[in-house]
């Protein structure tokens, strides 16, 4: 079957089990069917949105960041230390925390293309660095008295929450920008098979890099979101945040082995994750068990994309 | 002896092979001719246990068998020779040549000196200079194969299906491989064996079969058989020659290589090709061909020498280097170094010029459609779309993609690297026309072919190198492939 086709199989496959969990909530439940639990579940899933998008970027070149939930920590820090009341502009702590995001994944993608390092070392790496920095420079403590303006990114404009808004641009941009832009028709090829893309004349280097960095701008851009969320610069914070995202684009049917996937497939992915924490947080479901069942349904949901895929 | 019993072979709605019944007898070399696409590799990878047939039957010794994998058909004697190279790149020559029949001691450790032993004494038999405790990694495309070879000589069967054996080898490996299989056919096995060149059948086979889009043309002695009658039944019509007439080049001169050195793979390379003409380095396998090809292209630059183009000296550090100059190249490892297997037809084909289907960052998605549609029809490019995955696609029709990919771009001189290597003689044929058609509309085409027949119908001149020096260049009018084999054995 022509990979489009499958491709559309495969997304609708996605939503179709989307809409079944969503049914058996509704029914199960009388929670879930409201726009007041859909604005939630839309709320909970951005962060976790903002990050699957970016690392689709990574995972479509065949590389891998797991430094993902650090660094939303240190950006986190480095944006809250700037957002004292009456000290800055609203706009110096979240390019701060832009910037502290975009270095780390500037940093990881020199470490793989120039220094010839594998991805899952490198990140592995800035995993740790990055959260020693973020204690380092918080002293330990949670960095607290931000600033209303840029706590008020957590709020609502016209009802809806200013994060689910990040979120849903920052998904059409890079849907727009992998269908639209060389460089996007690029990371594809890199990750399809480098060494042809090389010999084909792709700058596979430059394309590497921009994933890495585009990856950790809006790991940077999660971490400004979180910490108006919290409202507090946490050195702690996004434990794991890495897992979900990697979790979530891979059941949206990117390759680890890379040169496949979509944007909307991420989407979904998010999605489905989403909906299946709020559903056990509703059912009142012990966050022990819930941890289980998120393990099988990742899995199964990518073990059964795999066995129709080979069909 | 061993029967195909109307075999028929399915893969999803499309049959590949129909109801073939073919008997091969003990001690004979049976060669099996077709088109890409006639079935041949699909009822060798049925005999071989690899496929499951989806109607007949398969005999053997008498009995009927039933391979569930290629280990059972293995076990009951029967191996295969893989068109596509499987090694494993990180273990040893005698690991790969052993593998899964490792000589062990009581304790069931593995005994590396018998290990060692077995695959030098197979790589003997085959006249192969390799040494076993080498890297799988470290060899060449055409040690890669001769390791296969020695892998499933090793086996001790009793029939031995060979798909293309000899498609990266060099003339003097293929007679130390025909040497070997006149060996075996002494001692009573049975050779199945594929080619696309004509005069390895001839040389080899006792009897040939010919499919033709899944069904059996008909099975002959070879000695009732000629070239023109192979090829009409393989075709289903006549073709006539070919190759076609070269055109005389111009005298200006488009690329001057001069001293290019890169050791130990070659040193001190220098000629000249022209507009409008074909210059072919030949020599034997490891003779520096495509490193002294692929240093043009910056695939891998030389560490000295110079390149000029137009007679300006330019540097090439790299492909992209090389592709803003002008040069365009389709290398010998398609799979390696050209396709990128889950992109469609069409995302393959507009890869190297994609800046000319973009204003800026913008991809023009009609300008680019356009292209394809054009680049499709020109090559006559089958697939189902030009969505579908290239990877699904034949053999010849992802060579003439990426021909097709690397001719988008209108580079000024063109490097083919074996671009005839492992397609059926109609995609050849097509090849060797557009060739001669690049040549004549001006641009000029540095050729590296195994083949000393397709070197002589289509070069202006031969550029010969041995151990890495270039030894003589010739006119090709006016040599022939004795001399051609002269200048290229070592001394």
């Excluded at chain 2, 003990?26 to 499951?52: D, F, I, Q």
């Excluded at chain 2, 008909?218 to 006549?238: C, D, F, H, Q, Y």
């Excluded at chain 2, 050195?261 to 409008?276: A, C, D, I, K, L």
Aim: hydrophobic share 45%.
């Amino acid at each position: 079957m022509p990979a489009l086709d499958r491709n559309l199989l495969h997304r609708f496959g996605l939503l179709l089990v989307i809409l079944l969990v969503g049914l058996a909530l509704s029914l199960w439940t009388d929670t879930f069917l409201s726009l007041a639990n859909f604005t939630n579940v839309a709320r909970q899933v951005s962060i976790n949105g903002i990050l699957a998008v970016g690392v689709t970027f990574v995972l479509l070149t065949a590389g891998v960041d797991l430094s993902l939930g650090s660094v939303v920590a240190l950006s986190g820090v480095a944006c809250a230390t700037f957002a004292h009341p009456g000290e800055y502009s609203v706009f110096v702590p979240i390019a701060v925390g832009l910037l502290t995001g975009t270095a780390c994944g500037l940093v990881n993608g020199v470490l793989v293309t120039r220094g010839g390092v594998a991805p899952f070392i490198v990140t592995l790496g800035m995993m740790t660095i990055a959260r020693g920095l973020a204690l380092i420079f918080s002293g330990g403590r949670p960095v607290a008295n931000m600033s209303n303006e840029l706590t008020a990114l957590a709020g609502d404009i016209w009802g809806i929450p200013i994060p689910v808004l990040c979120f849903a641009g920052v998904a059409f941009v890079a849907w727009y920008f992998l269908r639209n832009f060389r460089l996007g028709r690029h990371i594809y090829a890199v990750g399809g098979n480098e060494n042809a893309a090389r010999a084909a004349g792709v700058p596979v280097e430059r394309v590497k890099l921009l994933a890495y960095g585009l990856c950790g701008l809006l790991t940077g851009l999660a971490g400004v979101v979180l910490a108006a969320r919290i409202t507090t610069g946490q050195p702690n914070a996004g434990q794991a945040y890495e897992l979900d995202a990697i979790a979530a684009v891979v059941i949206g049917g990117t390759s680890l082995a890379g040169g496949v996937g979509t944007i909307t497939g991420t989407l979904l992915g998010v999605l489905l994750i989403g909906v299946i924490n709020n559903g056990l947080d509703l059912m009142g479901v012990s966050s022990y068990y819930q941890a289980v069942i998120k393990g099988v349904i990742i899995v199964g949901a990518v073990w059964l994309d795999r066995r129709q895929a080979r069909s | 002896m061993l029967r195909a019993l109307e075999l028929r072979k399915d893969f999803g709605g499309l049959t590949v092979l129909q109801s073939t019944s073919v008997d091969f007898r003990p001690g004979e070399v049976h060669a099996l001719m077709g088109e890409n696409g006639a079935g041949k590799s699909t009822l060798m990878k049925v005999l071989a246990g690899l496929y499951r047939p989806d109607g007949g039957h398969i005999e053997w010794r008498g009995g009927h068998a039933d391979f569930a994998s290629p280990h059972e058909a293995l076990v009951a004697g029967i191996a295969m020779i893989h068109q596509e190279l499987m090694p494993i790149l990180d273990l040893t020559v005698a690991e790969n040549i052993t593998l899964g029949a490792e000589p062990c001691d009581r304790l069931g450790r593995i005994d590396k000196e018998a290990q060692l032993h077995r695959a030098s004494e197979l790589l003997g038999e085959l006249e192969a200079d390799i040494d076993p405790s080498r890297l799988m990694r470290t060899l060449t495309v055409a040690q890669t194969q001769v390791v296969e070879i020695a892998k499933a000589l090793g086996r001790n069967a009793d029939v031995i299906l060979m798909d293309e054996p000899t498609a990266a080898l060099s003339d003097h490996e293929v007679a130390a491989l025909f040497r070997f299989i006149a060996r075996l056919k002494a001692r009573g096995v049975t050779i199945v064996y594929t080619t696309h060149k004509m005069d390895e059948v001839f040389r080899l086979a006792d009897r040939i079969s010919v499919l033709r889009d899944g069904n059996l043309v008909g099975t002959a002695p070879a000695s009732e058989m000629n070239p023109a009658k192979l090829i009409t039944m393989m075709v289903g019509r006549e073709l006539a020659d070919v190759f076609p007439v070269r055109q005389p080049p111009t005298d200006e001169i488009l690329l001057e290589v001069s001293g290019l050195t890169r050791e130990p793979s070659y040193r001190n390379v220098s000629f000249q090709v022209r507009r409008g003409e074909v210059v072919a380095l030949a020599g034997l396998m490891g003779a520096g061909r495509t490193e002294v090809a692929s240093a043009i292209y910056g695939l891998q630059p030389a560490s000295s020498g110079q390149i000029r183009l137009n007679g300006r000296a330019i540097s090439i550090r790299n492909p992209q280097d090389s592709l803003s100059a002008g040069i365009g190249m389709v290398t010998e490892d398609r799979k390696g170094l050209g396709l990128i297997p889950a992109l469609g037809v069409g995302q393959n084909i507009t890869l190297t010029a994609l800046r000319n289907f973009s204003k800026g960052q913008f991809l023009d998605h009609t300008a680019e459609a356009a292209a394809v549609g054009a680049q499709m029809a020109e090559f006559s490019i089958k697939s189902s779309g030009t969505s579908q995955p290239i990877s699904q696609l034949s053999g010849g029709n992802q060579q003439k993609a990426l021909l097709a990919r690397c001719l988008l771009g209108a580079p000024q001189l063109i490097i083919l690297d074996e671009p005839t290597r492992g397609i059926d003689i109609g995609a050849k044929a097509e090849i060797y026309a557009l060739i001669q058609k690049l040549a004549r509309a001006g641009k000029a085409v540095l050729l590296v072919s195994s083949e000393l027949p397709e070197v002589l119908s289509l070069a202006h001149r031969i550029v010969v190198l041995r151990r890495g020096s270039v030894s003589a260049t010739l006119e090709a009018t006016t040599t022939d492939q004795e001399t051609v084999l002269r200048h290229a054995m070592p001394l």
